[in-house]
């Protein structure tokens, strides 16, 4: 384990360089994120999932850098031109273009100009020029170098000038230079091509537009990547290049006065224009769009690890109602526990439909809702969805009913809908209708359901198409097993989708705990799991504390207590007069309340991480994180745009967090956007700073516009 490496990750992350080193040895032992962070604090000091995938992270970019420095070092040595300087020069970079830039020099280069000049012999006449002679003449010189490939003094001079150059475009100084100038005074430019294919104008805002680069926001950078993509627009960054050739000039030309002055300028303008200023404009869009991904990437799993915690509507009978057009509107009817009861199809949607066919269609729910006594409806927010919520309103209003309606997120249902998961689930059900039953379970418990889906394949985000999908793939997966670790996972009845992110556990685990459950009927205790080796002694560790086990024979097997701490748990309790049976009752938790955790440290022999930990559990030993994050907005009538007035407070659902804003689900067609400008007075560096995905908020209309059916809010009381 490389000192150096933990000592720059502890300075970066601003934390000492033993909990560097101590997450870095418990990774390396194959302990998982989840495991480290929940139950070894004591050695980490708390650090959080976050911070213990930084650090990994960062080591093992440190670690693949300094292997690229020891390459690169090993293939200049073996030139034999490898100096103390250099090599201390290469040490010294913390980033890898730096190490490309110190490189560029002695890298094997295809066929060049520069390349063919040397072949030709003409890299002596090239560091004569470079040498700002004062006496004799270019003519005399360059007379000297002609050969069978070089027959004329300008054919010398000119392959003189490549070479110079060259050499210049490969000075890691220079690079840099002109690298932090691009990116602190170029402006990035857009302009719309001739014969462009944006016939919607979605690109309109690029046909002109003009930023200075260090400035750009990043989902512009993607949005202008994207334009590019599609040839709409032609891109470039403008710097003051006068300046910078004034840079290498002074840095080359050791006397103005030399005749070869003239040539050296003409070898840096061609050098600068054909070589440096593609190259690094290259580079500096690069890293844009490097920033871009991430902060994609990052906003991504944000809104996706809070629609994964979104409540779950328990103990409700769901008719799930997946809207369409044409296709018709599918209905699924769940019971309680998710089970699949009924479903059909109607078609209240068709053109020049008459009132006796959507007076059927309504006769239809109508029969559903009474024989099953249905608790809400959940609608899909696709295609036809404000529609269905009018269908669903009326016939709420018209017979009077007491279930509410709810609009439910339906990205990605499709997709699990048509996967080998879903037939073997619904084998007798149509695609369609398993879309609905997906609906349907993601309004009462959304983690359970939405783990079905590829992260990737839930749309709460922008751009997820123009992002590395590996990297959005190993980002997403690590959301979601946080937030399916920080829930905990019944044994008994978690499906396969949702075992696989539990912390440690593989598919094998997987099959031997489905397998065991068909054959037995249920798991009774954690131990049972360990006897009966459903798990590996190392895979039990790092997994059995997330995996919770319900009116079993251990009381403590329903907490998120870890069985190494069953015996601090239970001296505990007895210590305070208590046992098993009292953990979650009023006189344990009044007792706890009032009790000093510190003077148990010692007692109990453990650390006050633990114990905190233990004693939480003994309070609430079902909490569900997600209990403390308010339900969705149930309803019963709908809202239209002619309802509003500039001024009026709403209250609305966050449906997705992006860098220039919220889109609020308050009722209308389309969803409401907050500008960030509007959500708060203090300044915030991003929207996530005020609104997850899922929060309930109260909202000001800004500004209405009818003609297009959208409507700008206000996180701020409009006056």
């Not at 979605?202 to 926001?217: F, G, H, L, Q, R």
């Amino acid at each position: 384990m490389n000192e150096n490496i933990i000592n720059e990750i502890s300075i970066e992350l601003n934390i000492k360089e033993s909990q560097v080193k101590t997450t870095l040895e418990m990774l390396e032992e194959g302990n998982t994120i989840p495991f480290i962070a929940r139950y070894r604090k004591e050695k980490t000091g708390g650090l959080t999932e976050e911070q213990i995938k930084v650090i990994g992270d960062a080591y093992e970019y440190q670690v693949n850098l300094l292997k690229r420095k020891e390459d690169v070092i090993r293939l200049i040595d073996e030139k034999g031109l490898l100096t103390e300087e250099l090599k201390d020069k290469i040490l010294k970079c913390n980033k890898l273009v730096e190490v490309e830039d110190l490189y560029r020099p002695y890298k094997e280069k295809k066929k060049t100009k520069a390349t063919e000049a040397i072949k030709n012999g003409l890299e002596p006449f090239a560091k004569m020029i470079m040498s700002c002679p004062t006496s004799g003449n270019i003519d005399d010189m360059a007379i000297k170098f002609l050969n069978e490939n070089i027959k004329t003094k300008e054919d010398a001079i000119e392959g003189a000038k490549y070479i110079i150059a060259e050499w210049i475009s490969d000075n890691a100084a220079y690079r840099k230079y002109i690298r932090t100038n691009m990116y602190k005074y170029g402006v990035l430019e857009t302009k719309k091509k001739k014969n462009d294919k944006d016939e919607n104008g979605v690109y309109e805002m690029y046909y002109a537009y003009s930023e200075p680069v260090s400035k750009v926001k990043p989902h512009r950078v993607l949005a202008i990547n994207r334009a590019e993509k599609e040839d709409v627009i032609n891109v470039s960054i403008n710097i003051n290049s006068d300046k910078i050739i004034e840079f290498l000039e002074s840095k080359n030309i050791k006397n103005h006065d030399s005749f070869c002055a003239k040539f050296i300028k003409e070898a840096i303008e061609d050098g600068y224009k054909r070589l440096i200023y593609p190259s690094v404009q290259r580079e500096i869009r690069s890293e844009l769009s490097e920033k871009g991904e991430e902060s994609a990437i990052n906003n991504f799993a944000s809104n996706l690890e809070a629609l994964l915690l979104t409540p779950p509507m328990k103990e409700k009978v769901v008719l799930a109602f997946d809207p369409g057009f044409v296709n018709g509107c599918k209905i699924a009817v769940i019971d309680k526990t998710g089970k699949y009861l009924d479903s059909t199809v109607i078609k209240p949607f068709l053109k020049n439909i008459d009132d006796d066919k959507i007076k059927y269609c309504k006769n239809v729910i109508l029969a559903l809702i009474k024989k099953y006594n249905v608790d809400i409806i959940a609608i899909g927010n696709g295609t036809a969805s404000r529609e269905s919520e009018r269908f669903c309103a009326d016939l709420i209003k018209e017979y009077n009913l007491s279930c509410k309606y709810v609009i439910v997120s339906e990205a990605g249902a499709s997709i699990y809908s048509a996967s080998k998961l879903a037939i073997e689930e619904f084998p007798d059900l149509e695609v369609e209708k398993r879309s609905a039953v997906s609906i349907g379970r993601r309004l009462q418990d959304p983690l359970s359901e939405l783990v079905k889906v590829p992260p990737e394949g839930i749309g709460v985000g922008l751009y997820q198409h123009d992002v590395s999908q590996k990297k959005l793939k190993d980002n997403l997966d690590f959301v979601t097993e946080k937030a399916v670790n920080s829930v905990g996972v019944n044994v008994n009845t978690a499906s396969p989708s949702l075992l696989k992110y539990v912390s440690g556990i593989k598919k094998p685990n997987i099959d031997k705990i489905i397998k065991y459950r068909e054959e037995k009927g249920r798991i009774n205790s954690r131990d049972e799991i360990k006897k009966k080796k459903l798990l590996s002694d190392k895979v039990y560790e790092q997994a059995i504390g997330f995996l919770r086990i319900t009116e079993g024979d251990n009381k403590l097997d329903e907490t998120a207590i870890h069985p190494e701490s069953y015996d601090i748990t239970i001296k505990l309790l007895e210590d305070l007069g208590y046992t098993l049976n009292d953990i979650g009752t009023n006189n344990l938790i009044n007792t706890l309340e009032s009790v000093n955790i510190k003077d148990y440290v010692d007692k109990l022999n453990t650390d006050i991480y633990t114990l905190e930990d233990v004693v939480s559990s003994l309070k609430k030993p079902n909490r569900d994180p997600r209990d403390d994050v308010p339900g969705p907005i149930l309803k019963s009538d709908v809202l239209n745009i002619e309802d509003l007035e500039v001024g009026m407070k709403l209250q609305g659902t966050v449906r997705n967090v992006v860098d220039f804003g919220a889109f609020i689900d308050i009722g209308l067609h389309n969803d409401g956007l907050v500008h960030i400008s509007k959500m708060s007075k203090d300044y915030i560096k991003h929207p996530s700073d005020v609104v997850q995905v899922g929060d309930i908020v109260d909202c000001y209309v800004e500004e209405i516009f009818k003609d297009k059916e959208k409507v700008a809010l206000s996180l701020l009381e409009v006056k």
